[in-house]
């Protein structure tokens, strides 16, 4: 899990034409995107602490207070 204060090393691995996809806490469809990607992430075998990341981001994102409509 990254915050913009932090830095997001994912943005170093991809390659420089590699598309990425960036989920925002304030989406209110967030969390549920990335309780899928959970689901499908334990079906495929991911690592089990990938899993536990992203565990913890989906809470957080569930946690955060300030949720809006995406502009």
Known sequence: MATKREGC?????????EPIFTLLARD???A?????WIERAKEAGVR????AEAVRCRDAMHA??????VD
């Open 9 to 17: 090393p994912c943005y170093d691995k991809a390659e420089d034409d």
């Open 28 to 30: 209110p469809l967030a």
């Open 32 to 36: 549920d995107v990335v309780t899928f």
């Open 48 to 51: 089990p602490e990938k899993i």
């Open 64 to 69: 955060y207070p300030n949720k809006k409509a």
